[in-house]
């Protein structure tokens, strides 16, 4: 039995917050600590009272002055897409045919994709995510690769190979069936194996035949507690291709009902442009809009309404995810301040302390995996972030006139990165700075 006491300040989310003054919904202590024993939490809290409970033997780490948090869940990103990010000038389908499906062919070799998938999770655990729900590429080894180095590292992850059967390059074509085929035998291998967790995922409508989600709906189907995860409502023009394949639908949301992908553990990428029909559907099936705010700002895509999908008489489940190859980087820090000024040109503000749950707890309820992971609660997975926030010199000078908990995090929101990030744990084990 391995015990650790991870002291620092503490910091994890019971619910929302509505206001940067909402402390209530949080549990922070000054001088805290995060007791573990083999992987899991046991204890969190005060240090005093948190280590009375641990053994003789529990090994002391302390981050004090930095803070502890859970580790941060990315709800939407493509690990084929590291050698995309930063490609110049184009909007979303154009970026798709000149930049991204030329380089997801290349992942036919086995070997590229072994390397991309241990640097893909590396740079995440350097930025401060311990969890992500990942699409691979079309190829069925993209996702094995995937899977065993997070497994190597266990880590929790959400993740499946990309159906995608017309409209892009044959070096990036599966069929339906093989798509059905291969999918399956992913979940069988990896679902539930360890920490891992497979994502049915056709890419988009617009890349898949009515044969082929008809082929991932019957997956959805046959396995209910896997995720399903695709694109929606990104891009105008996407839009109105889609809809001209499948002229039968009333919009594209209907699309994915139709074919039964929606549901409390599907996660919709982007949906910018919904409808209230469509937004409605959402809400009503308890699917996820997850909202990628670098990307759409990068793309030109659009803004995406994120108070006013919480605040309608039929809510929207919501995530915030970085995107990646869309993107402009892996950093959940980044990408929340890129959401403050989203919401901003929107003429509305995000508090600091609701970015910090989204990212923690907000993420986790969204991809219905807060038993888990998200929280400090006792019985959940060890997987921790410590953040400094006064490690560049412009951020020290800026923490000198900091005066409460909502200023420090939205300092670390709006000029952290990764240097911020001082140690991250995965299952209670060091695995950044390995202190």
């Known amino acids: 039995m391995r015990e650790t006491l991870i002291r620092g300040r503490v910091l994890w989310f019971l619910r929302r917050p509505e206001s940067?003054?909402?402390?209530?919904?949080?549990?922070?202590?000054?001088?805290?600590a995060v007791l573990?024993?083999?992987?899991?939490?046991?204890?969190?809290?005060?240090?005093?009272?948190?280590?009375?409970?641990?053994?003789?033997?529990?090994?002391?780490?302390?981050?004090?002055?930095?803070?502890?948090?859970?580790?941060?869940?990315?709800?939407?990103?493509?690990?084929?897409?590291?050698?995309?990010?930063?490609?110049?000038?184009t909007e979303l389908l154009d970026w798709l045919n000149t930049y991204t499906f030329p380089e997801e062919s290349k992942f036919r070799n086995a070997q590229h994709g072994r390397r991309i998938a241990r640097l893909f999770l590396d740079e995440s655990i350097r930025h401060g995510t311990t969890t992500v729900a990942a699409y691979c590429s079309v190829h069925k080894s993209s996702a094995e690769a995937f899977f065993e180095e997070a497994h190597t590292r266990n880590m929790m992850v959400i993740a499946g190979k990309v159906m995608m059967d017309r409209n892009a390059p044959d070096a990036v074509l599966d069929t339906a069936q093989t798509a059905y085929d291969d999918s399956k035998a992913l979940i069988e291998t990896w679902h539930n194996r360890g920490r891992q967790r497979y994502a049915i995922t056709p890419r988009f409508a617009l890349t898949s035949t009515p044969e082929q989600l008809e082929a991932a709906g019957a997956l959805a189907h046959e396995y209910p507690d896997c995720h399903v995860q695709t694109h929606l409502?990104?891009?105008?023009?996407?839009?109105?291709?889609?809809?001209?394949?499948y002229p039968g639908l009333q919009d594209y949301t209907a699309i994915y009902e139709h074919y039964g992908l929606t549901g409390p553990r599907s996660l919709f990428g982007h949906c910018i442009?919904?409808?209230?029909?469509?937004?409605?559907?959402?809400?009503?099936?308890?699917?996820?809009?997850?909202?990628?705010?670098?990307?759409?700002?990068?793309?030109?895509?659009?803004?995406?309404?994120?108070?006013?999908?919480?605040?309608?008489?039929?809510?929207?489940?919501?995530?915030?995810?970085?995107?990646?190859?869309?993107?402009?980087?892996?950093?959940?820090?980044?990408?929340?301040?890129?959401?403050?000024?989203?919401?901003?040109?929107?003429?509305?503000?995000?508090?600091?302390?609701?970015?910090?749950?989204?990212?923690?707890?907000?993420?986790?309820?969204?991809?219905?995996?807060?038993?888990?992971?998200?929280?400090?609660?006792?019985?959940?997975?060890?997987?921790?972030?410590?953040?400094?926030?006064?490690?560049?010199?412009?951020?020290?000078?800026r923490m000198e006139t900091v005066r409460s908990l909502a200023e420090e995090l939205f300092l670390l929101q709006t000029l952290g990165d990764d240097r911020a990030v001082r140690e991250v744990y995965v299952a209670g084990r060091a695995v950044k700075g390995g202190s």
């Open 273 to 397: 442009h919904l409808s209230e029909r469509e937004a409605d559907a959402l809400s009503d099936s308890g699917s996820v809009a997850v909202f990628c705010p670098t990307s759409n700002l990068f793309l030109g895509s659009g803004l995406f309404a994120y108070h006013r999908y919480n605040r309608r008489e039929k809510p929207l489940r919501v995530a915030v995810a970085s995107d990646v190859g869309g993107g402009t980087n892996y950093s959940l820090l980044r990408t929340m301040d890129e959401a403050y000024k989203v919401i901003a040109l929107q003429g509305e503000k995000l508090n600091p302390l609701a970015s910090f749950w989204q990212i923690t707890r907000g993420n986790a309820e969204a991809l219905s995996i807060s038993d888990k992971v998200g929280t400090l609660d006792a019985g959940t997975d060890a997987d921790l972030v410590v953040l400094d926030a006064s490690v560049t010199p412009t951020m020290a000078l």
């Open 233 to 245: 409502s990104e891009n105008h023009a996407e839009i109105a291709e889609t809809m001209a394949l």
């Open 36 to 89: 573990v024993r083999d992987g899991l939490i046991v204890q969190a809290g005060a240090y005093d009272r948190v280590s009375q409970v641990a053994g003789k033997g529990a090994e002391i780490i302390d981050h004090r002055p930095h803070l502890i948090l859970p580790g941060f869940i990315d709800a939407h990103v493509h690990m084929p897409q590291m050698q995309v990010i930063a490609s110049y000038g």
């Open 20 to 32: 940067r003054d909402d402390l209530a919904a949080c549990s922070y202590d000054e001088d805290g």
